[in-house]
């Protein structure tokens, strides 16, 4: 009974510090930004087209930042089992792209969805938008 209390007290604390150290704001190689685009199986050009459209965008604006893991690009099936509860915890019904600040203590989303989509039509105007949703995170 003592050995299963010093193993659970261990854990514990394992756990514990494990948990300060991811809230610790001082770290350059912690993830930051969390860029979702979610979708259906089915999907149509234009869903496909704004997917593409905002990855390209990231990817001009943040290369550097992605290949350091402090902003992440996942697209989302959100008709795959694993990815419902995602869907659920943004209360996600179809395509979007929403831009997660997950770095801090308080999660801030902010839906680019009517960007994105436009953004086909006017690229430049929807990496504005990315940047300065973005920089706004990081700069926080």
Known sequence: MKSLL???SILFFAGCNDGNSQTDNTSTDKEKVQAYFFHRTRRCTGCIGAENVSLQALKDLYSKEMEKGIIKFQS???EEDENKELARKYNIAGSSL?????WGEEEKVVNLTNESFAGSSNPEKLKEKIKSTIDSMINE
């Not at 929403?98 to 997950?102: C, E, P």
């Open 6 to 8: 010093i193993i659970l």
């Open 98 to 102: 929403l831009i997660v600040n997950v």
């Open 76 to 78: 989302v099936n959100i």
